[in-house]
Nanobody, 125 residues
Framework: VQLQASGGGLVQAGGSLRLSCAASGFTFYYYGIGWFRQAPGKEREGVSCISRSGNIYTADSVKGRFTISRDNAKNTVYLQMNSLKPEDTGVYYC????????????????????WGQGTLVTVSS
C-alpha cells in the first residue's frame, strides 16, 4: 500500500498550488481519501476529505479556497489550493480511510489507516 503526495513548493501569498496523491497497492475506489496538514510546532489538522461517491467535507479554515477531487481511473486525489495564506504553510499528507461508507467520510485521523509521506507547502508573505 502506497500513497505518494506531490505538488508542494514555495509560493507567494495569494498564489495557487495543486497537490496530487497517487495511490497504489490497494483498491483505491473503496476508500475515502483525506488531506491533512501539520504546521511547525502545531498539531496535525484535517483539511478536506472525499468519499467514494465524491461527497466532500472541507474544514472551515480553507473552505472557499481549497477544493478536493478524485479521479478513480487514475487512482489519484487532488487538492487545488487557491488564495494561499502564510498560515497554510505546513507539510500536507494524504491518507486513505478503509472504513468510509460510499457516501461519507470525515477528518478523524484515527479512521485513516494508510498515510503518504507528505509534501511541504510554504507560503511567503
Amino acid at each position: 500500500v502506497q500513497l505518494q503526495a506531490s505538488g508542494g513548493g514555495l509560493v507567494q501569498a495569494g498564489g495557487s498550488l495543486r497537490l496530487s496523491c497517487a495511490a497504489s497497492g490497494f483498491t483505491f475506489y473503496y476508500y475515502g481519501i483525506g488531506w491533512f496538514r501539520q504546521a511547525p510546532g502545531k498539531e496535525r489538522e484535517g483539511v478536506s476529505c472525499i468519499s467514494r461517491s465524491g461527497n466532500i467535507y472541507t474544514a472551515d479554515s480553507v473552505k472557499g479556497r481549497f477544493t478536493i477531487s478524485r479521479d478513480n481511473a487514475k487512482n489519484t486525489v487532488y487538492l487545488q489550493m487557491n488564495s494561499l495564506k502564510p498560515e497554510d504553510t505546513g507539510v500536507y499528507y494524504c491518507a486513505a480511510n478503509p472504513r468510509a461508507s460510499y457516501y461519507y467520510t470525515d477528518l478523524r485521523p484515527d479512521e485513516y489507516d494508510y498515510w503518504g509521506q507528505g509534501t511541504l507547502v510554504t507560503v511567503s508573505s
